[in-house]
Every structure is written in C-alpha cells, then in structure tokens.
C-alpha cells in the first residue's frame, strides 16, 4: 500500500505484578514446630501513558526529551520515568460518529458528504478497522462495519433515519463497546465524532460515556459542526470529551479536510512514557502532563486511568 | 571605633534590603492539583465582608514546594499560573507571597501562601501516610 496511514496507541495499560513479600517458613530449634507464616502480596503497577505535544501555534512537537515534561499522577509530580519512546503507533481502530438530529439538519447533507470523501481519500492501511455510526432520534445506526474504505457508504446513509433527538452520549457508549470488541494491544482506538454537543435524549450520562471511553483507553476528536461553534453548551462538551480523552476538538470551518490529516500529524509525534503508578486509595487516578521548562507547551494525553479497569467497567453496568 | 558603625550600619542594611527584596531559594514541587483560589484579600472589609465571587468559580493550581527546611503550599491566582515542573526550581519572599522565577519567561510569578510546614513534620506525615496505603495494599491483597 502506497502511504500508510499511520497508528495511534494512546493506550495505557496496568501491569500487575505479584510479588512474594514475605513468606518465610520459621524452623524452631530441636524440633520444634514449624510455624506457617501468613503470605502478603504487594502489587506494582506500572502505567503506559502515550500523548502528543503542541506549542503556542498548536503545531506538533516531535523533538521531545524525557526532561521536558513530568507527569502529575493523582497530585503526585513524578519525573522518574521507566520508559520513554516514540510510541510507534501503526494500526488504527478508528469508529466515525455523524450526528443526524434534527439540530444538525442543515449541516448533515454536506458534512457527511464531506466526511465519507475524506475517508476515502486516505491512505488507510489494509489492517486499519474502520466503522462509521450515525445517531439520531432514539437511535444509533450502524453505516458500515470494519471496512469503510472502499464501499461508497453514502448511498446507505441516505436510507437511514435522520432529524429527531440527539443521543449523543448512548453513540459515545455505543462507539466505545464497538473499539473495546476489536481492541488489540497495537491497535490505537480513536472515535471521531461530529456533532454539535447538544444531547437531548441519551439513556447514558454525560459522567459514564468519559468513563467509558478512558477505560477503552480511547481518544476522541470531536468536530463541531454547530454554527457558530465554540459557543455553546454542546461545544464546551465536545471540547472537555477532547481534552480528557487527550484528542483534539476541531470547528468544522476550521477543520475541513483537515481532521484526518491530523491524526496523521499526531501520531506521528506520539510518543509514549512509562512509570509506577503512586499508591492510591482511589481505583481512579488523574493524570496531566506539565513542561517541566517551557510553559508554552501543551500535552495531549487521557486525562485519567483505572487502576482495575474491569472493576470500573463492571461498576458502570450496574 | 568611628570606624565601625557605619560598616555596622552598611551591614544591617545590606541584611534587611535582603529580607525585603527576598534571596532565591532552591525548592522542588512535589505535589500539584487544581483546588479553589484563594482571593486576595486585605483589611477589614476582606475580613468581614462577604467573600470575592469573582474567583470562586476558577479553579487555581495549588503546589507543594519542598525546600531544605519548610514546606510550603501555594495557590496561584488564575487556573493558568503554572509552575515549570523541573527537578528544582528558585523561589524568593515578597510581602507576604512567594515568588517563583520561571527561568524560561525570564520573570517571576507570584503565589500566596497557603500553608507551612517545618520539613521534618512533613517528612514525617509522609512517611505516616505511605505506610498507611502500603498497609491497605497489603490488605487487598489478602483478601
């Protein structure tokens, strides 16, 4: 395949690591009984954080130094880093979010136009999975599955539902359960969404769709396609699901045939950091990456992981 | 004996245009997080009055900075009055706030003190504090 489109992993995992602490068998002398001692386990946890950097014109930095930045893990600044890396991201798990509601109507026709163009016009790679979903009314329909690179989707887009409600957060939730059924390890999940921000109907909370999505370890770029955008409610949303997931939010205007490319651009300058994860009472810690000397640049990064991410996901379900 | 007084008077001066003006002190940030911002707030009618509105919806960065011998918690002014996070930083005193040289914008930035602790208390409490959550790992872990 000529270009490859390239990866993102801004994943993190947690390595548990058992660790015999102390079991000593103790021998009394001349026979004495033979005391079992109760055996403790402690666990380290090793966290995997992959982020982006821009500077004050929002262009990628990609000439990082591990003593650039440190990291700000549940208040504790940490600059003792086990690992540092060009994050080496290859293979995309990408779903594509189109808003249909009614409060996008006029914009829908020519964005999803322009959306699945763009899709078609990138260099995908062959091992890429690709879906896009649209939501309206009570609804999240599936467009297409896996591969939408070669199959000319707007046709069956126009036979879906479109005005109605906009359940913005239940296509968040339904978006992040599709990247968790493909997740694999060197697959970079990424939601794009375009949308207004303004849920009117979702059965799911604002609060469970961000859990989610940073269980899923995924990132979202959130395109606003309201009018004028930056605004409104919806945009502040669409802007704090951006910024905690460690994606970007973009304006239609300004996006344009953009938004791909920029994928592109950020993971290109991916690069990943491990270190020990402090000691916490909190399954959840929030993260944040600081300049450690010039304060003009930015990280990108998830603004928080789980300790036990089944346990968080469980606790979601009830 | 004349002699001496003025070098005497030099000296107490050379020592208390020091105070005021402040000497850089070495210190690291140990701890970071967003908390509410603390007005700045003067005299009677701060005392009395109702509190400042125009800052309690903001969140301000509030920083541990460790020196040799105190440690301070700090509150900055604006959710956008961040402290390079290196391995050291200079900080001096002035009136009352503590001001931190960020050595890349060639300027200082200005925060007020929230609390002080003697180092070796600190220490202490973090030892405390450490053995705690060791002890509930180990804990979790029995179970």
Known sequence: ?318 | MKRACPTLLLCALATASAAQIGVYQPGSVVRMRMGDCMAAQHGLMATFGAPANATSQEACPEYTLVSSSVVYVIVGRSSNQLIPLAETIDFRFHKNELLVRIDDAKKESKFTIKEMLVRSDWDRLQRHIDQQLKADDVREAQR
């Open chain 1, 1 to 318: 395949m000529g270009k490859r489109f390239g990866h993102f992993a801004l994943t993190w995992f947690i390595a548990m690591i058992p660790c015999a602490c102390g079991a000593a068998s103790a021998a009394a002398e001349d026979g004495a009984e033979v005391l079992a001692k109760p055996t403790y386990r402690s666990a380290v946890s090793e966290v995997r954080l992959v982020f982006f950097a821009t500077d004050e014109q929002n262009h990628n930095v990609g000439d990082l130094q591990k003593n650039d930045f440190a990291v700000v893990d549940n208040e504790r600044v940490i600059r003792e880093f086990r690992g540092f890396a060009r994050a080496n991201l290859t293979r995309l798990n990408v779903v594509v979010l189109i808003d249909a509601s009614e409060s996008v109507l006029p914009q829908v026709r020519s964005e999803i136009a322009d959306t699945l163009q763009l899709m078609a016009q990138s260099s995908w790679s062959s091992d890429d999975n690709i879906s896009v979903l649209s939501f309206s009314g009570m609804d999240v329909q599936v467009v297409c599955r896996d591969d939408c690179r070669e199959v000319d989707e707007a046709s069956r887009f126009e036979s879906l539902p479109r005005g109605g409600a906009t359940p913005l957060f239940d296509a968040l939730q339904a978006a992040t359960k599709l990247l968790a059924q493909r997740a694999q390890p060197d697959r970079w999940p990424v939601i794009v969404v375009f949308s207004d921000g303004e849920d009117t109907i979702s059965r799911t909370s604002f609060a469970q769709a961000l859990q989610n999505i940073l269980v899923a370890g995924a990132q979202v770029y959130a395109v606003d396609v309201a009018t004028p955008a930056g605004q409104s409610k919806g945009s502040a949303t669409l802007q704090k699901i951006a910024d905690d997931t460690g994606g970007r939010y973009l304006r239609i205007g300004d996006a344009g045939a953009g938004v791909f490319e920029q994928f592109i651009e950020d993971l290109h300058s991916a690069q990943v950091v491990t270190y020990v994860s402090p000691e916490s009472h909190s399954d959840f810690h929030s993260v944040r990456i600081y300049p450690t000397h010039n304060l003009n640049l930015r990280f990108h990064s998830r603004r928080g992981y789980y300790r036990d991410s089944d346990r968080a996901s469980s606790e979601d379900t009830r």
